[in-house]
Structure formats: structure tokens, C-alpha cells
């Protein structure tokens, strides 16, 4: 049997060369096999974002770097096999919604965010929001009405 985990949902709204705003919106128990955590040291290399689920004294029981999709951006394919793909930035505010995967730890109290404004390298990683896993339904969300 596969290790208990969370997979949280969350939506976003980005504006161009803004931070995104963030809202938890469930918190589902699955069944799954985790990736492995990356180390927790404060030398993360050159990173776009990450998360951590930490416990109620901020340490670190999870983490793992991903670029977070929450910017507006465009994905666009290249010709170069060692890199088929690159991020083009838009002038379009973005709206969307992603999950991640943490494990359903008792002492994995709050989840935190770590992103900059264009997911670029070069910009200057700050925390994005942590949110309470409390707080959050644990039920599936019945779908959004069409807009």
C-alpha cells in the first residue's frame, strides 16, 4: 500500500511582473508514492520556487523544488534537443489552478510557498503565502460554475 499523502488545490491569480495570489482551496488524502523530499539546507542552487510542509515551529519536514505554475507565462517548444522547451513572459494577467503532493504527516501542520514574480532564475525567491492545513476542506470540491 502507498503512503498516505495530501494532494492540495490551489488557485492563483497572477498580474504581469507581479507575485501571484494564492488561495488553498482542499486539502485531498490519496494514496500515493512521493518523490523524494530535496535537502532542507538553505543552499537551494538556482531555483525558480518551492514547497515545504513544515510543522507549527516553521522546520521543515518536506520539501521539494518545482517551478511553480502560477506565473504568465507561455511555454514554447525549441529546436535545441537539450533544452525543448523555454518560458516566454506575456503581457496577460493569469488565472489557473495547480496541486502539489505532501505526505498527511500529524506533525505536518502548515504548507509554504516559495516563488518570484516571473519565474526567472534571476529574480529574487520570497514565500508566497503559508497556509494552514487546518483550516482547509478535506472533501472534493464540487466544480466551478462555467464564467
Not at 525558480?48 to 522546520?59: A, K, Y
Not at 523544488?65 to 507561455?74: E, H, K, S, V
Amino acid at each position: 500500500m502507498a503512503p498516505a499523502a495530501l494532494r492540495l488545490l490551489f488557485h492563483y491569480e497572477a498580474d504581469p511582473g507581479s507575485l501571484p495570489r494564492l488561495e488553498l482551496r482542499a486539502a485531498l488524502p490519496v494514496s500515493v508514492r512521493l518523490p523524494p523530499p530535496h535537502p532542507t539546507g538553505n543552499d537551494l542552487g538556482a531555483t525558480t520556487g518551492w514547497f515545504e510542509l513544515q510543522d507549527g515551529d516553521r522546520r521543515v519536514l518536506y520539501r521539494r523544488l518545482m517551478r511553480l505554475p502560477t506565473g504568465a507565462f507561455l511555454e514554447v517548444p525549441t529546436s535545441d534537443p537539450n533544452s525543448p522547451f523555454r518560458y516566454r513572459e506575456t503581457d496577460q494577467a493569469s488565472a489557473g489552478a495547480f496541486s502539489i503532493l505532501v505526505p498527511d504527516r500529524d506533525a505536518g501542520s502548515h504548507v509554504e510557498l516559495f516563488g518570484n514574480a516571473r519565474g526567472l532564475v534571476d529574480d529574487p525567491v520570497r514565500s508566497l503565502g503559508r497556509f494552514e492545513l487546518s483550516s482547509v476542506s478535506r472533501e472534493a470540491l464540487p466544480p466551478e460554475p462555467p464564467r
